[in-house]
């Protein structure tokens, strides 16, 4: 079964960095992969999106800051964090799917998720 597996959270001050790792440890064979945080009290929301050819895409709010990348050979995802704010503060979950995007319909498999906190 598919099995995706987050690290790399933690707390940090404010303009620190983090980055994040999802592990696929079943090495399935997946189209596109993404990052979704969740504040608490707020919607999930998509964070960044990466599909088989390489071609990423970033919310507004993370632009400039946020890079994701994977290594196929590792079955690896990453999203390194720069300049982080505390309004980047939630559950980071790695996700996995056909159609991938910045929403959750394009997305089937998810992961349990990692902590950051951001701190002022």
């Known amino acids: 079964q598919v099995q995706l597996v987050e690290s790399g959270g933690g707390s940090v001050q404010a303009g620190g960095s983090l980055r994040l790792s999802c592990a696929e440890a079943?090495?399935?064979?997946?189209?596109?992969m993404g990052w979704f945080r969740q504040a608490p009290g707020k919607e999930r929301e998509g964070v960044a999106g990466?599909?088989?050819?390489?071609?990423?895409m970033y919310a507004d709010s993370v632009k400039g800051r946020f890079t994701i990348s994977k290594d196929n050979a590792k079955n690896t995802l990453y999203l390194q964090m720069d300049s982080l704010k505390p309004e980047d503060s939630g559950m980071y979950y790695c996700a996995a799917g056909r159609d991938g995007g910045l929403t959750r319909y394009g997305y089937v498999y998810w992961g349990q998720g990692t902590q950051v906190t951001v701190s002022s």
């Open positions: 990466i599909d088989s050819d390489g071609y990423t």
């Open positions: 079943s090495g399935y064979a997946y189209n596109s």
